[in-house]
């Protein structure tokens, strides 16, 4: 007990302090379990912003994955366009389209309704991957090509581009052509042909420069969907090709005129067996087969001697003729296949059936007219001298008319013809109301107006009519 009380002011003491030391320590505790809750929270913060960046990352990861997913090109929603119609960008040499796209290269219905055109991959969905257009051209009444560029993923990830597609205008079935047309000189400049076992035949452009001739035509097989490359090697500085209804194609270049057989393509045939005795052409008929056309002069005569390529070392001469006038065109009038030459104001015809010839005096000279364009029943004529005027050439009865539409209320850019269809299409801008348009004129002289800026905001730079 003494010990005890006698430590009484020590224990007071103790007390004290030791109330004080609690005190301290209850604050301490305090401030601790506050710490504790501060960093428990902050934990938590910091974990939840880690859980969400994963979340994010993965999903930017999938999104990632989902686009570099290996695709194939399957279809073109073409089937139940009339037109094709490109708008002008902010690159001037191409035009875009991609699911989010509302410009590029548009589809206008028969109703002129205008829908953007889509492609399709082999699950049916959009393809959403930005895809440029350059051009498009018909080849037949089945196919067309898109000329451009046409990104994909392989099945490793790896990124890669088409430059051409082959598009069926009935099923709309793609078929990439995997050649780079820029290094093998393919494109819309090219020349197209057809033969009857189903191939189509690009021959590769000379981009009209000398220095770049045709090195190599692409073999399409659109029954076994296969492609083959012929290359024409050591013919050098080829030029001029034609390829007819049965794969034989004739050529002309630094190494003479020659042929070859499409499905024998390494045996070569100098052409030997046509007599050159003056200036030459060549066109392909309607009927499919290759036409050599020898045109020579002597005592104020123009005599025109027509063959017809039989095989790969053969020909046909079929018909002698003297003629009057130089001959600015020559082709194959597909309403009946009769061979046709226009010289200054004279129209010549060769009947295929009995090799008989007519002769029709026109109402204007050709020669001021340049190039025809060739639509359903007609050829159209523009004359060079800024007239704007358009001279019809009826093909059934060869006779000839001014179409009486004028052309001077528009600022024209462009204008194409269909062998399906007599009338005449321009793009171009309203002097009126500098509304940029698409219209088309037939060969009554009526005017339609297919599409204008103000309706569809579309600057109209090519428009293509595919049936």
């Not at 049965?246 to 007599?275: A, M």
């Amino acid at each position: 007990m003494e010990q005890k009380f006698s430590i009484l002011g020590s224990v007071m003491e103790a007390a004290n302090h030791s109330k004080n030391s609690a005190m301290e320590a209850e604050n301490h505790v305090k401030h601790g379990a506050r710490s504790k809750s501060l960093m428990s929270r902050g934990n938590f913060l910091v974990i939840a912003c880690l859980f969400l960046l994963a979340v994010l990352g993965g999903c930017q990861k999938e999104k990632e994955e989902e686009k570099n997913k290996p695709f194939r090109y399957d279809k073109v929603n073409i089937s139940d366009a009339k037109y094709l119609i490109s708008s002008e960008q902010q690159s001037k040499s191409a035009t875009k389209s991609s699911s989010s796209d509302s410009y590029g290269f548009n589809k206008i219905l028969e109703n002129g309704e205008i829908e953007p055109v889509r492609f399709i991959d082999e699950h049916g969905d959009t393809i959403s991957q930005e895809i440029w257009i350059y051009d498009v051209v018909n080849v037949n009444s089945d196919f067309l090509f898109f000329f451009g560029v046409f990104p994909y993923f392989d099945e490793n990830g790896a990124e890669g581009a088409y430059d051409i597609l082959l598009a069926n205008k009935k099923t709309e079935k793609i078929y990439a052509i995997p050649v780079n047309m820029t290094g093998q000189f393919f494109g819309v400049n090219s020349n197209f042909f057809s033969d009857v076992k189903g191939n189509i035949y690009v021959v590769g452009s000379t981009d009209n420069n000398s220095d770049r001739p045709i090195r190599s035509i692409l073999k399409i097989n659109t029954v076994d969907n296969t492609i083959e490359e012929l290359p024409f090697g050591q013919d050098e500085g080829v030029g001029i090709v034609w390829i007819d209804r049965d794969g034989i194609c004739l050529y002309s270049g630094l190494t003479g005129t020659k042929t070859r057989h499409t499905s024998n393509w390494f045996q070569i045939t100098p052409v030997e067996f046509i007599d050159f005795g003056g200036s030459w052409s060549v066109l392909l008929g309607g009927d499919g087969y290759i036409y050599f056309i020898i045109t020579s002069s002597a005592d104020g005569l123009r005599t025109i001697d027509v063959n017809r390529i039989d095989g790969v070392n053969s020909a046909t001469l079929l018909s002698t003729q003297n003629l009057t006038g130089y001959i600015y065109h020559s082709r194959s009038n597909h309403t009946n296949n009769n061979l046709i030459f226009i010289a200054s104001d004279y129209l010549y015809e060769l009947n295929m059936a009995d090799f008989s010839w007519r002769s029709f005096q026109l109402s204007f000279s050709a020669y001021f007219y340049g190039t025809p364009l060739v639509a359903q029943n007609s050829l159209y004529f523009f004359p060079d001298d800024g007239s704007k005027k358009i001279f019809r050439l009826d093909l059934n009865t060869y006779e000839d008319s001014e179409i009486n539409a004028s052309l001077s209320d528009y600022e024209i850019y462009g204008v194409t013809t269909s062998i399906y269809s007599d009338e005449i299409q321009f793009t171009g801008m309203r002097y009126s109301d500098s509304k940029y348009i698409a219209f088309s004129i037939n060969a009554s002289g009526n005017v339609t107006i297919i599409a204008e800026s103000g309706e569809n905001n579309i600057h109209t730079v090519k428009l293509i009519p595919l049936n």
